[in-house]
Nanobody, 114 residues
Framework: VQLQASGGGLVQPGGSLRLSCVAS????????MGWFRQVPGKQHEMVAT???????NYAMSVKGRFTISRDNAKNTVYLQMNSLKPEDTAAYYC?????????WGPGTLVTVSS
């Protein structure tokens, strides 16, 4: 499974960004995908996950501001990020999960700053 994330960049506080993650390869065993983020010196943090059936889960820090969605036909997962705050600044990673494995793509950097 290969994952390619895109959509990061520099945005002002209060602004929006949409991240995309395209999955390719042997996807038959994947039953969930999600977004995680990491700031240097801090622990890896789950941001949002979505199952094959569409069930979602969010970190409390982003609930109500971020929305995860997926387009199964395009093997793509999105993270719509609204009302961004400086503390959302991080490298964002897309992950894909089966019962026995985890797959990660390279991160995309999101910087929220005025």
């Amino acid at each position: 499974v290969q994952l390619q994330a895109s959509g990061g960049g520099l945005v002002q506080p209060g602004g929006s960004l949409r991240l995309s993650c395209v999955a390719s390869g042997s996807l038959f065993s994947i039953n969930a995908m999600g977004w995680f983020r990491q700031v240097p010196g801090k622990q890896h943090e789950m941001v949002a996950t979505i199952t094959l059936g569409g069930s979602t889960n969010y970190a409390m820090s982003v609930k109500g501001r971020f929305t995860i969605s997926r387009d199964n036909a395009k093997n793509t997962v999105y993270l719509q990020m609204n009302s961004l705050k400086p503390e959302d600044t991080a490298a964002y990673y897309c992950g894909a999960f089966s019962l026995s494995s985890q797959y990660w793509g390279p991160g995309t950097l999101v910087t929220v700053s005025s």
